[in-house]
T-cell receptor, first 112, second 112 residues
Framework: GDSVTQMEGPVTLSEEAFLTINCTYT??????LFWYVQYPGEGLQLLLK?????DKGSNKGFEATYRKETTSFHLEKGSVQVSDSAVYFC???????????FGKGITLSVRP | KAGVTQTPRYLIKTRGQQVTLSCSPI?????VSWYQQTPGQGLQFLFE???????NKGNFPGRFSGRQFSNSRSEMNVSTLELGDSALYLC???????????FGSGTRLTVV
């Protein structure tokens, strides 16, 4: 079945540091890939998406590229801010399973 | 544009009781999905409705049920509550699932 693997957390960075959060997936067919972010006490917000191989999703300085050959969708940001502190979830959607499959999530803390 | 609205935000129930949670999707979104989020199991898919029909169901016991109305609003019901049902229940709506879902803020259910 479909699955998403995220790197283990938590991650703590200083403000303006470079961020990479790894995400790999296993899926039947050609999934759409997503990064969602969850702030304390809130639901999930769609951060960015990519619907086909080599697509690059980007939003608020975050980027991720759909790599079919390595089945990866790593999240990057060049300079993190304290306000980026949150839990980040990688997810995929396939028509075959007709649902979102999430990774376990990773907590990012950014210190001033 | 109004987002996905979930009510109530917080709920405390006693073991053995039943509970109904409500979700109003974004106007024009006919697909509504429900997810359970717990620290131990992460985000798990409950079910999806489209045009009042259940299109997909996750691996949850029959105590968990849902429905969708003609205006796309959805409810989920949990009967005979157990302590393990304590979780954040998230509703998400979509106009095209391959391009992503919009989540509500969730209902935090505590079973005592």
């Amino acid at each position: 079945g479909d699955s998403v693997t995220q790197m283990e957390g938590p991650v703590t960075l200083s403000e303006e540091a470079f961020l990479t959060i790894n995400c790999t997936y296993t899926a039947t067919g050609y999934p759409s890939l997503f990064w969602y972010v969850q702030y304390p006490g809130e639901g999930l917000q769609l951060l960015l998406k990519a619907t086909k191989a080599d697509d690059k999703g980007s939003n608020k300085g975050f980027e991720a590229t759909y790599r079919k050959e390595t089945t990866s969708f790593h999240l990057e940001k060049g300079s993190v801010q304290v306000s980026d502190s949150a839990v980040y979830f990688c997810a995929l959607y396939t028509g075959a399973n007709s649902k979102l499959t999430f990774g376990k999530g990773i907590t990012l803390s950014v210190r001033p | 544009k109004a987002g996905v609205t979930q009510t109530p935000r917080y709920l405390i129930k006693t073991r053995g009781q039943q509970v109904t949670l409500s979700c109003s999707p974004i106007s024009g979104h006919r697909s509504v999905s429900w997810y359970q989020q717990t620290p131990g199991q992460g985000l798990q898919f409950l079910f999806e409705y489209f045009s009042e029909t259940q299109r997909n169901k996750g691996n949850f016991p029959g105590r968990f049920s849902g429905r969708q109305f003609s205006n796309s609003r959805s409810e989920m019901n949990v009967s005979t509550l157990e302590l393990g049902d304590s979780a954040l229940y998230l509703c998400a709506s979509s106009v095209d699932r391959a391009y992503g879902y919009t989540f509500g803020s969730g209902t935090r259910l505590t079973v005592v």
